[in-house]
């Protein structure tokens, strides 16, 4: 359930990223925005006037670093809770022993790693012992705070934003983890600053996995007669053959993704458009999703001005729902750069959403008579129909019947663009509209 937090054994066992993790404030390899001298968080560590407080970052970055740094530091009693198997029963169990302790003089920190697991009711089991300062709450999460911790205890927690690590704070991690007693500073390990260059830019701001790559390649490095090491980047790649995407199908960086995906093809960047979208699909995205988002994107941004992007964009959604990955990525790529390719409306975007807030606005406006359908005698008894033209009784195929509601009736919700086809809409619509002012003209002189 819940135990004192240890984040320091010794065992031979653990992988290299144990071993390293560190114990001061000073042994943290970046975060320099919060953690160097005279910065805010330093101060609040080493003054050991810890409130509650989220760290927020990507993973390998030193969350659970700091939260070990502030164990070590800090005369409070210190909790670690699971958000993954502890219940309501084990939290409030916790916070009991707390209040307690705090009626004594006793502070107590709760360490909540990856806090967005917890749900709604386990959070808010959480917040009275936060008002009252019975607890002080540490959360951790690759999540962003806004959408997955409460607005209530959100608001009583400082968030600190925790950054991916540069290439430069990776390759100085990778020098302390080879000189290290605790790494591999009892071996010689021979290695060049490029090899170590390559695995920090394959770590994509993770320690922990510039870390466990540096174990694995020294672990498959060639050794010599004299027990040296070699690690070449031959070995490296060996190692490295598929690299683990960080990316979670229900979280941010899922929407960070597409968003990067949907602006590019805005943008006219085919090159980047099919970069996003490998990124997505390598990564596990299930195809049928961003076929559905494309298909909403050749309406959305290029519509009549290339009609065609909506068939080519449907046929994509289809070869994806027969075919599957890896062979439906090929089809999703020439959607993708069509669409990337294609002239830009979004004259149909901009016409719903303008006629959707009209619509809820005038929730009530009832259909005028003449467009209504006049199936009953009654119903024509009380005028449904009267006064409908059927257009296709007419030379010109057009008619000047009103179809808006009286108090929208000059309301304007399409207004095309010149780009593509759409041009040809647009002088449609203008013809027809100079033929409505002119039946119009003729009324009044009537």
């Given at each position: 359930m819940n135990e004192q937090l240890t984040f320091f054994d010794k065992s031979v066992q653990q992988p290299l990223p144990a071993r390293l993790r560190p114990k001061t404030i000073d042994e943290i390899v970046g975060q320099q925005h919060l953690l160097g001298e005279n910065r805010i968080l330093r101060r609040i560590i080493e003054q050991d006037q810890v409130s509650s407080m989220i760290f927020w970052g990507p993973p390998g970055v030193g969350k659970t670093t700091l939260v070990g740094v502030i164990a070590n530091q800090t005369k409070a009693q210190f909790i670690n809770f699971s958000a993954v198997t502890s219940g309501i029963k084990d939290i409030r169990k916790v916070m009991q022993q707390a209040e307690t302790g705090r009626r004594f003089g006793e502070k107590t920190i709760v360490f909540v790693d990856e806090i967005h697991r917890f749900n709604k009711a386990q959070q808010d089991a959480f917040l009275p012992f936060v008002e009252r300062g019975s607890i002080?709450?540490?959360?951790?999460?690759?999540?962003?705070?806004?959408?997955?911790?409460?607005?209530?205890?959100?608001?009583?927690?400082?968030?600190?934003?925790?950054?991916?690590?540069?290439?430069?704070?990776?390759?100085?991690?990778?020098?302390?983890?080879?000189e290290h007693p605790d790494g591999f500073g009892g071996e010689h390990v021979e290695i060049d600053e490029a090899v170590l260059r390559m695995i920090a830019v394959f770590a994509n701001g993770d320690a922990r996995m510039a870390l466990s790559t540096l174990e694995m390649a020294v672990l498959n490095g060639e050794m010599e007669a004299d027990g040296q090491i070699t690690v070449t980047k031959e070995t490296v790649e060996q190692c490295t053959s598929r690299k683990s995407l960080l990316y979670d199908k229900d979280g941010e960086e899922h929407y960070n993704l597409i968003s990067a995906l949907h602006k590019s093809m805005r943008n006219s960047d085919p090159d980047a458009a099919v970069y996003w979208l490998a990124r997505m699909l390598e990564a596990g995205e299930d195809p049928l999703y961003i076929a559905r988002r494309v298909t909403r994107f050749a309406s959305e941004d290029v519509g009549l001005a290339d009609p065609r992007a909506l068939e080519l964009a449907v046929a994509a959604f289809q070869a994806c729902h027969m075919i599957g990955m890896p062979e439906c990525s090929v089809h999703l790529t020439e959607a993708v750069v069509y669409l990337s390719l294609a002239p830009k409306s979004n004259s149909l975007y901009r016409a719903y959403e303008t006629a959707k807030k009209d619509a809820m606005e005038h929730l009530s406006e009832p259909v005028p008579l003449q467009i209504r359908n006049g199936v009953t005698q009654l119903m024509r008894e009380?005028?449904?129909?009267?006064?409908?033209?059927?257009?296709?009784?007419?030379?010109?195929?057009?008619?000047?019947?009103q179809c808006l509601p009286d108090s929208l009736?000059?309301?304007?919700?399409?207004?095309?663009?010149?780009?593509g086809i759409e041009q040809r809409c647009k002088e449609r619509l203008e013809q027809i509209k100079a033929w409505k002012k002119q039946q119009e003209k003729k009324q009044k002189e009537r």
């Open positions: 002080i709450l540490i959360g951790a999460t690759t999540e962003n705070p806004s959408f997955e911790v409460n607005g209530a205890l959100l608001s009583r927690c400082r968030v600190f934003v925790l950054k991916a690590l540069t290439e430069e704070d990776l390759v100085q991690l990778l020098h302390r983890a080879l009380v005028g449904y129909g009267d006064g409908y033209q059927y257009a296709h009784d007419t030379d010109d195929k057009l008619t000047d019947m009736k000059d309301r304007v919700y399409y207004e095309p663009t010149n780009q």
